[in-house]
Nanobody, 127 residues
Framework: QVNLAESGGGLVQAGGSMGLSCRVS????????VGWFRQAPGKQREFVAA????????HYHASVKGRFTISRDNSKNTASLQMNSLRPEDTAIYYC????????????????????WGQGTQVTVSS
């Protein structure tokens, strides 16, 4: 069983920065692709960023590219999302998720390809 736990959310002013972490337990971390998703009030959950397990290839949603950076430390079973130049529209609950189906080789941005999810952490960006 794979468990994920996010940390690092909170309140930040527009233009500021915030880092999120995702601690993963269970299984072999480097064989998981890790993704970050977010859900704003009244909206569907959407893809933010993903990173492969084997070679740390990354993929971003266009709305965050250049502002957010996803990374991972396989020695610590942890993935991170560094968010810079935050905007009010980045306000959402942020979830990390793990894809164990492809051995960490692929970078996927489809929600139903992820089989384990964290509980989420709230990020609020004030204007």
């Amino acid at each position: 069983q794979v468990n994920l736990a996010e940390s690092g959310g909170g309140l930040v002013q527009a233009g500021g920065s915030m880092g999120l972490s995702c601690r993963v337990s269970g299984g072999t971390f480097r064989r998981y692709t890790v993704g970050w998703f977010r859900q704003a009030p009244g909206k569907q959950r959407e893809f933010v960023a993903a990173i492969s397990g084997s070679d740390s290839r990354t993929h971003y949603h266009a709305s965050v590219k250049g502002r957010f950076t996803i990374s991972r430390d396989n020695s610590k079973n942890t993935a991170s999302l560094q968010m810079n130049s935050l905007r009010p529209e980045d306000t959402a609950i942020y979830y990390c998720a793990a894809n164990s189906r492809t051995g960490g080789i692929t970078v996927v941005d489809v929600e139903n390809q992820y089989d384990s999810w964290g509980q989420g952490t709230q990020v609020t960006v004030s204007s």
